[in-house]
T-cell receptor
Framework: EAGVAQSPRYKIIEKRQSVAFWCNPISGHATLYWYQQILGQGPKLLIQFQNNGVVDDSQLPKDRFSAERLKGVDSTLKIQPAKLEDSAVYLC????????????????FGPGTRLLVL | DAKTTQPNSMESNEEEPVHLPCNHSTISGTDYIHWYRQLPSQGPEYVIHGLTSNVNNRMASLAIAEDRKSSTLILHRATLRDAAVYYCILRDSGAGSYQLTFGKGTKLSVIP
């Protein structure tokens, strides 16, 4: 079974530029998550989708970050404009079904995109 | 939100058992205890989870205290590949989204 795919793996941009990250979850997984992981810290949830609807985006800095999952499969996370403090690893994860066994659901993570903002 | 406390780092010799502790004194009756680990330059991966009873799988064992205020992840025989950051997480149902809220975890070093 293929895992969660993310691209690009690395990105270097200058502040105030825009950047986009792509995620393809495991086939059949209804729930998709984007996390931000700053060096030395654990991942922090940015946004959670159930199919193509947003379940939770309370920690997403909406003035500069946006995310979409138009057909309930792939997802894109965008930062516009980027700041120095956005330098981090952006992780995508998916799980099978949010609603039914939520507190036991396993999340499967991709390898992440490492972003450096100069 | 119920939180967990873990040591920042631990060391183990290769091929010896490792006991990784986690304190969660404010755990609620319906919180599941999950463990994930993150190998260098990779995303986190699921290790094990439990509610009240001890659990075993091919990767590890999870021992849960009777009062559920602490738990211990047990790696029966550490290998170099087990060097990672281990996260103890309580599945948060309060927000309705059953998030994984990661702390800083325990960095496990395995000495050859």
């Amino acid at each position: 079974e293929a895992g969660v795919a993310q691209s690009p793996r690395y990105k270097i941009i200058e502040k105030r530029q825009s950047v986009a990250f792509w995620c393809n979850p495991i086939s059949g997984h209804a729930t998709l998550y984007w996390y931000q992981q700053i060096l030395g810290q654990g991942p922090k949830l940015l946004i959670q989708f159930q199919n193509n609807g947003v379940v939770d985006d309370s920690q997403l800095p909406k003035d500069r970050f946006s995310a979409e999952r138009l057909k309930g499969v792939d997802s894109t996370l965008k930062i516009q404009p980027a700041k120095l403090e956005d330098s981090a690893v952006y992780l995508c994860a998916s799980s099978f079904n949010f609603a039914t066994f939520s507190m036991q659901e396993t999340q499967y993570f991709g390898p992440g995109t490492r972003l450096l903002v100069l | 939100d119920a939180k967990t406390t873990q040591p920042n780092s631990m060391e183990s010799n290769e091929e010896e058992p490792v006991h990784l502790p986690c304190n969660h004194s404010t755990i609620s009756g319906t919180d599941y205890i999950h463990w994930y680990r993150q190998l260098p330059s990779q995303g986190p991966e699921y290790v094990i989870h439990g509610l009240t009873s001890n659990v075993n799988n091919r990767m590890a064992s999870l021992a849960i205290a009777e009062d559920r205020k602490s738990s211990t992840l047990i790696l029966h025989r550490a290998t170099l590949r087990d060097a990672a950051v281990y996260y103890c997480i309580l599945r948060d149902s309060g927000a309705g989204s059953y998030q994984l809220t990661f702390g800083k975890g325990t960095k496990l070093s395995v000495i050859p």
